[in-house]
Nanobody
Framework: EVQLVESGGGMVQPGGSLTLSCAAS????????MSWVRQPPGKGPEWVSN???????HYKIAVEGRFTISGDNAKNTLYLQMNSLKPEDTALYYC?????????RGQGTQVTVSS
């Protein structure tokens, strides 16, 4: 079964850091374009970052320079290192991909940035 499970969210003060994890099962994540998506409270989903099978990475302008996407092939796990967090980064974060033409996403992990 293809599955994505996120962890690592929490509450942090502005300027703080968090690292999110996305454990993949049922497929080898490094073979696919993997994305992090977030949904702020009361708003629609927004793409944050993605990493392609060739290792190239892309970021939403608002997070570029603060967030880093990476993966551990041995653990079949995707990460999102988030530094210099701002209140506007508050959202439900989830990882997503398309496997065999089917969109797959995890349940998400909540990130709250507040003083």
């Amino acid at each position: 079964e293809v599955q994505l499970v996120e962890s690592g969210g929490g509450m942090v003060q502005p300027g703080g850091s968090l690292t999110l994890s996305c454990a993949a099962s049922g497929f080898r994540f490094s073979d696919y374009d993997m994305s992090w998506v977030r949904q702020p409270p009361g708003k629609g989903p927004e793409w944050v970052s993605n990493i392609q099978p060739d290792g190239s990475t892309h970021y939403k302008i608002a997070v570029e320079g603060r967030f880093t996407i990476s993966g551990d092939n041995a653990k079949n796990t995707l990460y999102l290192q988030m530094n210099s967090l701002k209140p506007e980064d508050t959202a439900l974060y989830y990882c997503a991909t398309a496997v065999s033409g089917r969109y797959v996403r995890g349940q998400g992990t909540q990130v709250t940035v507040s003083s």
